[in-house]
């Protein structure tokens, strides 16, 4: 008898095991670049859906694209069975080592791409849109809408922008001469930079925290003096200012519901 | 005194909305050809409807009502004379058309699709120009040979044909299009209406249905054997015949510039033996593919 429940528990999980590898939807195009010994770009729009970059020791970019989020695609209408959707309407063009990628916005789909470890990348997502980065050295540039941003063992410089969701860094490197900004509304910005760090950094969080384990020499508040009808009206800024190491280029913290943690590796 | 100021106003407003302005004048023409001989017949309706519907024989017939509407009387009688129904044939391929002076019908390539120059929406406009001061309408009731290849387009209303089993090309472009009895379908074109399509029987050559805003619902007596393509924005899709999933179409094209890939841009399943191939496309509407009930 045990035997038998153990048995059907096995053919059941095939089952859903078989039927969930049915229902995603994969695809995968190698784009070989102009230059393959040079650095590049890669710029991808994905409207609706995650992108997952990491750099690895090829000279190719390599792109697979899943879609397998399809809700209601059991669902049926006037006694017909409902044909799930499963374009993946993407084009795909390499230009001088620019790679572009572009999607319909309606089509749910997401992206792993592997590209060589010296590339620059500029990702935008909207809806269910997490993106991770990994192992990359470049000018990295992030903005997202609905989803965190994380970077980990990442190189060179980083914009990075949403709005639900927390933006996590880790930086093993820095390109000192150029200024960084690290921005959301609903989560925390927790960011790791080398112990080697200089720069002018600018943070607000309107309701959170800010915490760091830098040497970090603060500024005192702006203060802004209007006069109106005889009045004067002062008015302190938001912004902290502050300084680690011997100063450089400014980089930006902000969230609206979060904490900002500035982390020293 | 305010009373009296508004009067004339008010009586402008009731003379335009009830259009006592303008005056109507409707007339009804019967036509009968000898068809068979033709490669294929071809009807470019503008405004109004189409009614179709297939017949044994070598014959056509058509009763095509017109109804003219201008702004004086002077106008009316103008556009008696200078809009009408009227054929010609090219080559082989006889037309069916409305003789317009304002609105030339421009044929791309003889047999294929054509479009009248006017982009005019039929709406009045008072200006002192050509089609712009009249409206006009064209039902047609057509008897036509089943077997002849035949394409049938009308601008605005909506277009039915029923039991035509001969290569047919239908569209329309503000009205819903609803065919139903036909066999060799090449294509339907809409934007603004739905497609619906009864065959008579399972089509032995490739189809292509096309709106913007409406469904596509077709109809077939058992399971058609076809590489069926889809594509909808908002849309989804639907059947009762068994299906299976294609892969993916992948296209790589090099230029100077560089390469591009485009890679599964339609949803592609594979009913019965796939010897056909049906693309369907629209960006609003639903698809429903099902056994004829």
Known sequence: MHNKITISFFIIIAFAITSLAQSSKEESITVPLSDPGKSGL?????????????????????????????????????????????????????????????GRHNKGKDFLIKVPKNFSLSISTHHDGEITVSDVN????????????????????VVADTHHGAIRVTL???????PMAFTTYHGDVDITFPSTLNAKVKMKSSKGDIYTDFDMTIQKPQIKKTEMNGKNEIKLSGWTHGTIGSGGKEFMFATYHGDIIIRKE | MKLTYYIPLILIALITSTGLCSTKYSDIKKLEMEV????????????????????????????????????????????????????????????????????ILEIEEIGGIAHYNSRDSGKWRWSNNGERDVKYIFSFEVQMPMNIDFRVSTHKEDLRV?????????????????????????????????????????????????THHGSIEL???STPSADVSMSSYHGKFFTDFDWKPIPFKTTKENNNRGTKYKIG?????????????????????????????
């Open chain 1, 172 to 178: 093993n490197s820095i390109s000192h001469d150029i």
């Open chain 2, 265 to 293: 841009s339609n949803t592609i399943v594979r009913m019965g033996n796939g010897r056909t191939k049906m693309s369907l496309k629209t960006h609003h509407g639903d698809m429903y593919i099902r056994k004829s009930s």
């Open chain 2, 219 to 221: 109809e077939f007596p």
């Open chain 1, 138 to 157: 470049g000018e990295i540039e992030t903005k997202g809408h609905h989803g965190g941003i994380t970077l980990s063992n990442v190189g060179g410089s």
């Open chain 1, 42 to 102: 890669l710029i991808i729009k994905n409207h609706n859906g995650r992108v997952n970059v990491e750099g690895y020791s090829g000279s190719e970019v390599q792109v697979i694209i899943t879609k397998n989020r399809h809700r209601n695609d059991h669902s049926s209408k006037y006694g017909l069975k409902r044909i799930p959707n499963q374009s993946l309407d993407v084009s795909i063009s390499e230009e001088d080592n620019v790679v572009r990628i572009s």
């Open chain 2, 162 to 210: 029923n039991n035509m089993r001969g290569r047919l090309n239908a569209s329309a472009h503000f009205g819903d299009i609803y065919l139903k009895g036909v066999k060799n379908l090449e294509s339907v074109s809409g934007h603004h209406g739905k497609i619906s399509v009864q065959f008579a029987a399972n089509p032995s050559i490739d189809g292509k249905y096309r």
């Open chain 2, 36 to 103: 068979g001989d033709y490669a294929q017949v071809l009807l470019f309706n503008k405004y109004g409807e189409v009614n179709v519907t297939g017949i044994s024989g070598t014959k056509a017939y058509l009763k095509v009502t017109r109804t003219l509407e201008a702004k004086s009387k002077e106008a009316l009688e103008k556009v008696k004379d200078e809009v009408y129904l009227d054929t010609m044939v090219l080559e082989d391929h006889l037309y069916y058309f409305i003789q317009n002076p304002y609105s």
